[in-house]
């Protein structure tokens, strides 16, 4: 049940905005579930429609090692929907209130 709760509000990020894993946990109810909001994101399907793209470390730097296939696939799609990135981290202004 809570991973249906994430995935419903991963759904609801939009475009162009982005969360960090601990605030994806509460949007879906869960406290201090940033953790499982990592693990459960790493279990989707490679396939998926969801934006998983747009979840990024507490410290506004994506959780993939730099250089990594995954690493470059996320800040692709970020760029693409005109993410800002800035030594690596994503300005402030991209995050949802």
């Known amino acids: 049940m809570s991973k249906d709760a994430i995935y419903i509000a991963l759904a609801q990020i939009p475009q162009g905005k982005v969360v960090s894993y601990g ?9 201090n579930a940033g953790r499982y909001v990592g693990t459960t994101l790493k279990q989707l399907p490679p396939n998926t429609q969801l934006p998983w793209h747009r979840v990024v470390n507490s410290k506004r730097e994506l959780s993939f090692p730099e250089g990594s296939e995954g690493h470059v696939r996320q800040r692709r799609r970020l760029e693409a ?14 995050f949802i209130n």
């Open 23 to 31: 605030e994806l946990g509460r949007r879906a109810g869960l406290a």
């Open 81 to 94: 929907e005109g993410i800002v990135f800035n030594n690596g981290r994503i300005d402030k202004s991209n």
